[in-house]
């Protein structure tokens, strides 16, 4: 089944993914809007649910959550700290341009 373009069963490797990394450390990139430069956060992954998973923030104490989609949409950026350093939890993908052929 597809939703808003993305296959239910890449949601469900995404949401296994960050129950397995539950605990750790990562960052949030997320981009405010068109005129503004993204906010990167530190934060640590403290639970996911069946639509969302929820941060702890360092800096300021305090608690967020994301969609699954939103890494999906590009709408955040999640890097994980693998001891080291910090590595995309989503690839970031990669356009290919095809040029159009004469027929």
């Known amino acids: 089944m597809i939703v808003m373009g993305i296959y239910r069963?890449?949601?469900?490797?995404?949401k296994k993914n960050i129950e397995g990394n539950v605990g750790q450390r990562i960052i949030i990139k997320e981009s405010?809007?068109?005129r503004s430069k993204p906010l990167e956060?530190?934060?640590?992954i403290?639970?996911?649910?069946?639509?969302?998973?929820?941060?702890?923030f360092e800096e300021a104490n305090r608690v967020g959550s994301y969609n699954y989609t939103d890494l999906f949409t590009r709408t955040i950026e999640v890097?994980?700290?693998n001891g080291n350093g910090f590595e995309p939890l989503i690839?970031?993908?990669?356009?290919?341009?095809?040029?159009?052929?004469?027929?």
Not at 9 to 14: A, F, K, M, N
Not at 41 to 44: C, P, V
Not at 46 to 56: A, G, I, L, M, S
């Open 32 to 34: 405010p809007g068109k």
């Open 41 to 44: 956060k530190s934060a640590i």
């Open 91 to 103: 690839e970031p993908q990669i356009e290919v341009k095809r040029r159009k052929t004469a027929v």
């Open 9 to 14: 069963s890449e949601i469900l490797d995404l």
């Open 79 to 81: 890097k994980i700290d």
């Open 46 to 56: 403290e639970n996911t649910y069946k639509d969302y998973f929820r941060v702890k």
